[in-house]
């Protein structure tokens, strides 16, 4: 069974611009989560989708933002980049049957660089 | 307000030696538990999980936890650890209530093993 793709795995942009990241979900699994990873901030969550319907938000500017695809594939968009979005952005998914016993996958990351 | 307090934020042992690792939660009711260790460069993969009953769990690697509700504390343990062990491991909690795969991580504790 295939893992958690994450495409690209090294991104460079400059500020201003706005770059896609992109993540498929291991195969039936509904649910998809980012986080973005950093030195200073460690690991923090970015929203979930499930059901394409965003389930779960964090404290992050508007300048973020998701969607996910009847797939179940999701992006997560970021717009006018700035120096401080420098970082590994890690996707998740999980298969969440709404039974309790649940547990995220990761995939290997996309290492944005803002310049 | 809620959190996760990994106290320990660099920890350098011998091959060979015995580990544990220290998690800390701050939550109003038990949350699910995790542990995830993270090599450089590439997303996390999920050692041992705890959602209810027996209170030490099992998990990949030769990995242990102990689950202690007295003590808001969720500690990793490995016997013997291997030059292999060398990585950040990071605790995680996801909250029994409100839905989703939110999940919270501690700082992380960078792990490096001496030969």
């Known amino acids: 069974k295939a893992g958690v793709t994450q495409t690209p795995r090294y991104l460079i942009k400059t500020r201003g611009q706005q770059v896609t990241l992109s993540c498929s979900p291991i195969s039936g699994h509904r649910s998809v989560s980012w986080y973005q990873q950093t030195p200073g901030q460690g690991l923090q969550f970015l929203f979930e989708?499930?059901?394409?319907?965003?389930?779960n938000k964090g404290n992050f500017p508007g300048r973020f933002s998701g969607r996910q695809f009847s797939n179940s594939r999701s992006e997560m968009n970021v717009s006018t980049l700035e120096l401080g979005d420098s970082a590994l952005y890690l996707c998740?998914?999980?298969?969440?049957?709404?039974?309790?016993?649940?547990?995220?996958?990761f995939g290997q990351g996309t290492r944005l660089t803002v310049v | 307000a809620q959190s996760v307090t990994q106290p320990d934020i660099h920890i350098t042992v011998s091959e060979g030696a015995s580990l544990e690792l220290r998690c800390n939660y701050s939550y109003g009711a038990t949350p699910y538990l995790f542990w995830y260790v993270q090599s450089p460069g590439q997303g996390l993969q999920l050692l041992l999980k705890?959602?209810?009953?027996?209170?030490l769990v099992q998990g990949i690697k030769g990995f242990e936890a102990e689950f202690k509700r007295s003590q808001s504390s969720f500690n990793l343990r490995k016997p013997s650890v291997h030059w292999s062990d060398a990585a950040e491991y990071f605790c995680?909690?996801?909250?029994?209530?409100?839905?989703?795969?939110?999940?919270?991580f501690g700082t992380g504790t960078q792990l490096k093993v001496e030969l």
């Open positions: 995680a909690v996801l909250p029994l209530t409100g839905g989703g795969n939110k999940l919270t």
């Open positions: 989708y499930f059901s394409e319907t965003q389930r």
């Open positions: 705890y959602f209810s009953g027996d209170t």
């Open positions: 998740a998914s999980s298969l969440d049957q709404g039974i309790g016993d649940t547990e995220a996958f």
